[in-house]
């Protein structure tokens, strides 16, 4: 898998969550955009996290998979790639993540939203080569080689 380099792309200031266990970093943009990126367990593996992310602004009525056209989507991605690694140091036995790109009206359900498309090209800045990835529609699981 090819990874997406942008060297001049910088991260938004993360805010860890204040009890590492509990697995809810926040974000800010420069545009006062605000960002939730959650790790939730699935309940029959501790070790597998699902990993949900999006904007949580009340003007956007709770929808967290808006699109905010606002330009930040470089240093965005940036900043939950900076997210998911902080994750991983503080939970270094974690086996599996799971991404989802939900998609956008009119795509299709099958892999290939844009969403998922820009899962690839930043997965390869998360983990390294002791890692596997697998895509099932719009849904990325990385798990760790045996």
Not at 86 to 94: A, G, S, V
Request: with cysteine.
């Amino acid at each position: 898998m090819e990874k997406t380099e942008h060297p001049s792309v910088s991260e938004f200031k993360i805010i860890p969550p204040a009890i590492s266990s509990s697995g809810v970093y926040l974000f800010t943009t420069d545009h006062g955009i605000n960002y939730e990126v959650r790790f939730g367990r699935r309940q029959d593996n501790i070790l597998y996290a699902i990993i949900v992310f999006g904007v949580i602004n009340d003007e956007f009525d709770g929808e967290e998979y808006s699109l905010t056209n606002m330009g930040d989507i470089y240093k965005v991605m940036r900043t939950i790639v900076k997210v998911v690694k902080l994750f991983m140091e503080q939970h270094p036995t974690m086996s599996c993540y799971e991404f989802t790109g939900i998609s956008r009206e009119g795509e299709s359900e099958d892999g290939g939203s844009a969403r998922i498309n820009l899962y690839k090209r930043y997965l390869p800045q998360i983990f390294d080569d002791h890692w596997r990835f697998e895509f099932k529609g719009n849904t990325a699981i990385v798990s760790r080689k045996r």
